[in-house]
């Protein structure tokens, strides 16, 4: 019990950003399920299950169209298949999680991946329960923001507008954090060159894909350069 | 729609994203060793992957015409400037993030 005290604390603090923007993006969510005609249990269904931000504003379309489910299943693996990078990046992180393994990934959304997979925890607490608790906070700020959207998205009492940066302002803290904690800046800028060029080359709503592609060959095209392990298993010059 | 056809969408959609969640760790289980090139990917990838979502948050940027993404710029130079100096995440990100929200709301 201790244990799992000490590990919520250490996970709460890296939370709060996305307290800020999960709370207003889900009463964005809310408002626009309940103003489609979606009630509370709707909301609450695709917040808890779905879990994928972005995918849920474009169920909210889809619902409103006609039965297509296998043009839903693909439409939604194209729009998260970023995900599978995420997985790459946490195979061996998420090694010996136990049974918590199978929540971290079923809740790995695009922010309780970037926090778990830059930030460590600290010393003496336990990195399962640490993660656990990042994830399992951002799904309750979801689900919260989105509830909060639905059952009273009329009655927020100041202007929210833009507060959603603080999503943004993570992501570029986290970039940060990582490009002091590492010497090699090569991986980092792969990435950023790439998207940036795919988003100038291609229509804003289909650059990650492509994105995707040139950041997996650029990486592999370079990996004699940028992977120590592999000059380990040629013989010493 | 009648409701066990939108239930039945959703439920696509739910497994289309845990579809993307777990598969790589389907394809690559703990029992077995994972091989040099993935393992590879998994040390490089973060990082390229960060700088790929930090890109994605600028998507809806309109650089060509007023206000030029300013907003976005101006927070965003907020947040990386504080960070650089304070080194404190939630500074940073709350500082960032109140002066885009008043830019947004009270200047553009």
Known sequence: MADKAKAFRAAFPHTLPILAG??????????????????WPWTLLMSTTIFAGSMEFVTVGLLAGNFQPIYAYCLALMVNARHLFYG??????????????????????????SINCSVDPPEGVDAGWFRFFVTLLNHCYWIAGSMLGSLAG?????????????????????????????RDHRPALVGLGASVLCLVVFPTDYFILPAMVLILMMLTFFR???DPAS????PAK | ???????????????????????????????????????YLGKVLPYAVIGMLVVYCFKNVTVTKAPFGLPE???????AGLHLW???????????????????????
Not at chain 1, 154 to 179: E, H, K, R, Y
Not at chain 2, 9 to 30: D, H, K, M, N, Y
Not at chain 2, 73 to 79: K, L, P
């Open chain 1, 88 to 113: 790459l990046s946490m195979l061996e992180k998420y090694k010996g999680a136990g049974w918590k393994k199978f929540y971290l990934i079923f809740g790995m959304c695009d922010e309780s991946f």
């Open chain 1, 154 to 182: 009329s009655f927020v009492p100041f202007d929210t507008t833009g507060i959603d940066f603080a999503m943004t302002g993570l992501f570029i803290v986290i970039f940060m954090n990582q490009w002091f904690s590492c």
């Open chain 1, 231 to 234: 000059h380990m298993e040629e």
């Open chain 1, 224 to 226: 004699k350069k940028l």
């Open chain 2, 86 to 108: 304070k080194k404190n995440m939630l500074l940073s990100i709350g500082a960032g993030t109140i002066i885009y929200m008043l830019m947004v709301q009270l200047v553009f």
């Open chain 1, 22 to 39: 999960f709370t207003f993006l889900g009463i964005a969510y809310g408002v626009l399920m309940q103003s489609k005609g979606f009630s």
């Open chain 2, 73 to 79: 710029w101006i927070g965003a130079a907020v947040v």
């Open chain 2, 1 to 39: 729609m009648n409701t066990v056809q939108m239930l039945l969408t959703i439920g696509a959609v739910v497994l289309a994203t845990a579809t993307t969640r777990f598969l790589p760790f389907l394809i690559f289980p703990a029992s077995r060793p994972v091989p040099a090139y993935i393992r």
